[in-house]
């Protein structure tokens, strides 16, 4: 009974650690007053205000914009490549795999530094493409992650079933291998779109000409002093990102049954 | 070479150097029940493949109905395939599993509805449309995976060891329906198999393969009764494997004994292989056999007994329908007729 509660006790206190800030930071959105330390009654101003900021309002605006394109772009590059990672031998599949994961654990720093270098290399103005791009480039390796697994789930004699039957191979690819691994696809879309939304290391390093998205708009805007307006916006983003994840669990979820 | 539906002209395959077809020769005529028997890793399931156009031949040909077709893609081949584990399609229910080849051919609705409808009949799945693949049993997926098949009326349906995921009892009816289908359908099958039963059952025509090569090409009266070499008759059936001399046309010696037999056109004291099988050794009293041995074990099978006999230098397999006690010395007699000769040279590897 004790161990019982100490259990208990002690995942609520890691709970409390890991949620008490957000808590604290939704709470003071709903804050009648400018000052965010002392509570002063409740209010939706700064909701209000928010949507009257033009500068927010672009910067949600490129944050959507990319991330749907980013996501899109990665979400058919990375399936193309879970393809050929699929029907690739076994050493070189490792090879390629191994490769395909170091963008995912090397630091957004490194990852945001080098690729803003690249760009310079090449002389591209950093702005709005140069951005799609680097969401693109550190999304793909999450989408072949999905894909994968769908493929090896796969029978493989399916794709020489389909053939067998007269199907030509890109007739083959659309009604029966595409049906298959869809909810990968859909998953590792989502991720990629998630991902995007969430970053600011790496938008942060590869963009310029005025083009912001909300992270980044935040952090220059904390630059000059929390303003309850922020509160309010982090408590959308993260109501959005916390809805998309559940998402994410639950397609997952599904496919599993 | 009309009514050769099927040919292959010295079909080779390799992978990564390593050959696992040796340059075939064969052929198939219409209607015909072929069978592509032998151990697994012989080539069998290669050569099919060939056929079905998944793999390309590294050298060689084949032929369908005269014309050549060897580096087709599969889906340009009058030919389909039955999958060892079914290869259904999971996200399609049963009708849109089967009407799969049609829907590409562009037949019309009410068309594939019959053709479905008449293919469910022949597997005996009727009022399966609508199930989900997941919900079947093996046996019936595999039934579903014979009616996707068929129903684009092929001309040869290659089956790649239909049966081996079934238990022995639902393998031994599928394998009376599979034969009694090819015969109402008049269609040409190629059927792969390690299951030796099961070849002497249904085929026309069976092809021994070992090692990427073909053994033996015959009925299957004609391979049981006739073996060309000693791989072959082990192969098929039990047999007793002996090595023997042979000194002259009709006279050979194996187990310190001189035997009369019926084989000639070897040469002088030429080694041979000599094969007897178990059912052709009669079992005697001690006095009336040529050889002699203790009955070491009695087996039960059913319709005979199987009993190892040893003798003076090689222990005996025989099945007779008499049983000998264990311990007690028995006369054994093999007729001239019984005694099959093979060369050692003749492709036994």
Not at chain 2, 66 to 93: C, D, W
Not at chain 2, 272 to 301: H, Q, Y
Request: charged share 20%; hydrophobic share 45%.
């Amino acid at each position: 009974m004790v161990r019982k509660w100490i259990k208990w006790f002690y995942t609520m206190l890691i709970f409390a650690f890991l949620y008490a800030p957000i808590v604290v930071l939704m709470v003071f959105s709903f804050n009648d007053s400018k000052n965010t330390a002392k509570w002063e009654g409740f209010t939706f101003r700064w909701y209000q205000t928010l949507s009257e900021n033009g500068l927010i309002m672009k910067a949600l605006y490129y944050t959507v914009l990319v991330a749907i394109v980013s996501a899109l772009i990665a979400t058919v590059m990375g399936t193309l490549a879970a393809f050929g990672i699929h029907y690739m031998k076994t050493w070189r599949q490792k090879l390629v795999l191994n490769i395909n994961s170091i963008p995912i654990l090397n630091p957004d720093i490194v990852t945001g530094i080098s690729l803003m270098t690249l760009f310079v290399a090449f002389k591209m103005e950093l702005g709005l493409v140069t951005m799609i791009l680097a969401h693109v480039a550190f999304n793909v390796p999450y989408v072949v992650l999905s894909v994968l697994p769908k493929l090896k789930q796969m029978s493989g004699d399916t794709l020489e079933a389909a053939m067998d039957l007269g199907a030509t191979p890109w007739y083959a690819f659309r009604k029966v291998i595409l049906p298959e691994i869809k909810s990968g696809i859909i998953t590792g879309g989502l991720i990629a779109f998630t991902l995007s939304i969430d970053d600011f290391v790496i938008s942060y390093f590869n963009t310029g000409n005025g083009v912001t998205n909300l992270s980044i708009a935040i952090y220059s805007m904390a630059k000059r002093g929390i303003k309850p307006e922020i509160n309010a916006l982090a408590t959308l983003m993260f109501i959005f990102v916390l809805v998309m994840l559940i998402l994410i669990n639950k397609r997952t979820k599904i496919e599993e049954i | 070479m009309k009514d050769k539906i099927v040919m292959g002209r010295s079909l080779t395959k390799s992978y990564n150097g390593i050959e696992v077809v040796k340059g075939i020769d064969f052929w198939v005529k219409k209607n015909q029940f072929l069978t592509i028997l032998g151990p697994s890793g012989c080539g069998k399931t290669t050569t099919l493949r060939m056929l079905a156009g998944f793999e390309s031949p590294s050298s060689g040909q084949i032929f369908f109905e005269g014309n050549e077709i060897t580096s087709l893609p599969p889906y340009q081949r009058h030919i389909n395939t039955v999958f060892q584990k079914y290869a259904l399609f999971p996200h399609m229910n049963i009708y849109e599993n089967i009407a799969f080849g049609l829907r590409i051919n562009k037949v019309s609705e009410k068309e594939v509805k019959s053709k479905v409808a008449k293919m469910l009949e022949l597997v005996n799945l009727s009022g399966f449309e609508t199930r989900k693949v997941n919900s079947l049993s093996g046996g019936q997926q595999q039934r579903i995976a014979i009616a996707r098949a068929l129903v684009n009326e092929p001309k040869v349906l290659l089956l790649d060891e239909p049966l081996g995921a079934l238990d022995l009892k639902l393998r031994k009816d599928m394998q009376i329906e599979l034969k009694n289908m090819q015969k109402e359908l008049g269609i040409t099958f190629i059927y792969v198999t390690h299951d030796q039963e099961e070849a002497l059952t249904m085929s026309d025509k069976i092809i021994i393969m070992n090692q990427g090569e073909i053994q033996q090409i015959g009925t299957p009266t004609d391979i049981y009764n006739e073996p060309e070499n000693a791989f072959v008759a082990d192969f098929i059936g039990e047999s007793n494997i002996l090595d023997g001399i042979m000194h002259k046309d009709r006279l050979v010696t194996f187990a310190e004994k001189q035997f009369e037999c019926v084989d000639g056109g070897f040469k002088k004291d030429e080694p041979v292989d000599v094969v007897i099988r178990p059912e052709d050794i009669k079992m005697v009293n001690v006095d009336e056999g040529i050889l002699k041995g203790v009955v070491k074990s009695v087996v039960f099978k059913g319709v005979h007994y199987e009993m190892i006999i040893k003798g003076a230098s090689k222990e005996w397999m025989i099945h007779s329908t008499q049983m000998a006690e264990e311990g007690s010395t028995v006369g054994l007699l093999i007729l001239p007729d019984d005694i099959h000769i093979m060369s050692k040279e003749a492709g036994y590897a």
